[in-house]
């Protein structure tokens, strides 16, 4: 026979089993915490990206580009460019053109790369060009780097397969 002391402790030691079972099930918050960061910067990475083309195309970015690009008000720009300025990002003076610093460079090249290297993937695995430039947009400020990496790693052996292939 058990006694009710046993039963006591084997109680509370299933509620703390189901307790612990049940936090595990209900899993790490990380995944989503870290989509939250990537949407908390997915508008600074879309502003520095579209500043350094448009530096890159006109040699200037102003905010009346920058706001056809995106489709928003000056106002909206203005104040992301507020923003970003104070995030270390940009350098703006009014009525001026839109400067990078050199960490908004630095963002803007990342940002690019993971935007170029997502592009091809979607690409060799067989999605149009039209789509995936559209879904590549919305998945570079959410793919991690070490998924990043596969990908690169993948259409490189995509490449040389197909080169070997025209070499034969």
């Known amino acids: 026979m058990v006694s009710r002391a046993a039963k006591d402790l084997g109680t509370k030691r299933d509620k703390v089993a189901r307790r612990s079972a049940k936090t595990k099930l209900v899993a790490s918050p990380e995944p989503h915490k870290m989509t939250r960061r990537a949407h908390a910067s997915e508008l600074a990475e879309d502003y520095v990206e579209v500043i350094n083309d448009l530096l890159d195309e006109m040699g200037e970015?102003?905010?009346?580009?920058?706001?056809?690009?995106?489709?928003?008000?000056?106002?909206?720009?203005?104040?992301?460019?507020?923003?970003?300025?104070?995030?270390?990002?940009?350098?703006?003076?009014?009525?001026?053109?839109?400067?990078?610093?050199?960490?908004?460079?630095?963002?803007?090249?990342?940002?690019?790369?993971?935007?170029?290297?997502?592009?091809?993937?979607?690409?060799?695995?067989?999605?149009?060009?039209?789509?995936?430039?559209?879904?590549?947009?919305?998945?570079?400020?959410?793919?991690?780097?070490?998924?990043?990496?596969?990908?690169?790693?993948?259409c490189r052996k995509n490449s040389r397969r197909k080169n070997v292939g025209v070499a034969n």
């Open 61 to 154: 970015a102003r905010v009346v580009d920058i706001a056809k690009r995106f489709g928003v008000t000056h106002v909206t720009v203005n104040r992301t460019i507020a923003r970003l300025g104070g995030q270390g990002l940009v350098t703006a003076e009014r009525y001026r053109s839109i400067f990078l610093t050199s960490e908004g460079k630095r963002l803007a090249l990342k940002v690019r790369r993971r935007h170029e290297v997502v592009l091809e993937f979607l690409e060799k695995i067989g999605v149009d060009q039209a789509t995936a430039r559209i879904d590549a947009e919305g998945i570079e400020h959410h793919v991690s780097d070490k998924t990043l990496r596969a990908l690169e790693r993948f």
